[in-house]
């Protein structure tokens, strides 16, 4: 099942702080939930217990894991923001009225790709 919530970083970074306290086993277990946003296999499950079962010493043999932080990488929505109001300490913006924008349908991305462009050329 997808995230829904619109904290999934907030979240994935309290949950990886969690793992600071434990074994690797717990880096394993927030990287395949993350990664996988759906319930683990039971081949996964069998692997995260025995790796938490080496490191309480009751299991032998598992290779040493290197497990990197999950990335949170934001779903592409488009944005459409209509108007401004009530803005403070944002140059021009700070005056006290009301900004009506121009719709346009170049989405974020697009914009973010052409600022990159623009960027790389100078």
């Known amino acids: 099942m997808a995230s829904t919530t619109p904290n999934r970083k907030a979240i994935v970074d ?5 793992t600071e306290n434990h074994a690797d086993w717990s880096k394993l277990l927030i990287s395949k939930i993350v990664t996988t946003e759906s319930s683990l296999s039971t081949t996964d499950r069998e692997t995260v217990f025995n790796y938490f079962l080496q490191s309480i010493n009751l299991h032998t043999g598992l290779p040493a894991l290197t497990v990197t932080k999950p990335t949170y990488i934001p779903t592409e929505k488009m944005i459409e923001l209509d108007s401004l109001s009530a803005i403070t300490g944002v140059n021009r913006l700070a005056k006290i ?6 719709r346009t349908s170049q989405s974020f991305t697009e914009k973010t790709e052409q600022a990159k462009q623009a960027t790389a050329e100078s």
């Not at 309290?14 to 969690?18: H, S």
């Not at 009225?97 to 121009?102: D, H, M, N, V």
Request: glycine content about 0%; cysteine-free; overall charge neutral.
């Open 14 to 18: 309290f949950l990886w702080e969690w």
């Open 97 to 102: 009225r009301p900004s009506t924008l121009q």
